[in-house]
């Protein structure tokens, strides 16, 4: 299986990436995050802390009619769905009413996603999502990134 390539596309502006078409919308939007920025620490190149930022990037956390989670990242040139492009998604913790919730995606090759939505009583929300990566072929890529978005319902 190919490594994971829409982290490679959004985050890596080097890689190439293989577009895949936009799902079928989603049946249940649980939340919808725009333009994460943050920090990551790459050792392949030896870069160290570097800054992160998907700029105009929209994050759609949604469910199929069957319940199956899915999160689509859109940009001004591309949409991209997770699972289309290879990851497992598990909703590990869930809020009844969806006020809270943690995603985490996981692929064959050695990368994890988690994504952390949180919404306040104001309905002001916020993402956390994290992303590790190590060994990923095939540049032999190590990577941690730490992301943050402002999300709405």
Known sequence: MPPPRFLLGL?????????????AAAQTVMAVCTDPK???????????????????????????RAGRPDVVIRDKSRT????????RLTVTHQARDLNYF??????????????????????KGRLVWTSVRSHLPPKDETRATFLVAECTR
């Not at 985050?11 to 799902?23: D, E, F, G, I, K």
């Not at 870069?47 to 998907?54: E, Q, S």
């Not at 991209?80 to 990851?87: E, H, T």
């Not at 943690?102 to 309905?123: H, N, R």
């Open 11 to 23: 985050l890596a502006p080097l890689a190439s990436v293989v577009v895949v078409p936009a799902p």
């Open 80 to 87: 991209i769905s997770l699972v289309r492009d290879g990851a």
């Open 102 to 123: 943690i995603l985490t995606a996981v692929y064959q090759q050695a990368q994890v996603d988690t994504f952390q939505v949180t919404f306040l009583p104001s309905g």
């Open 38 to 64: 943050g920090r990551g620490f790459e050792t392949t190149p030896a870069k160290g802390w570097v800054f992160n930022r998907l700029k105009g990037a929209v994050l759609t956390f949604g469910r199929d």
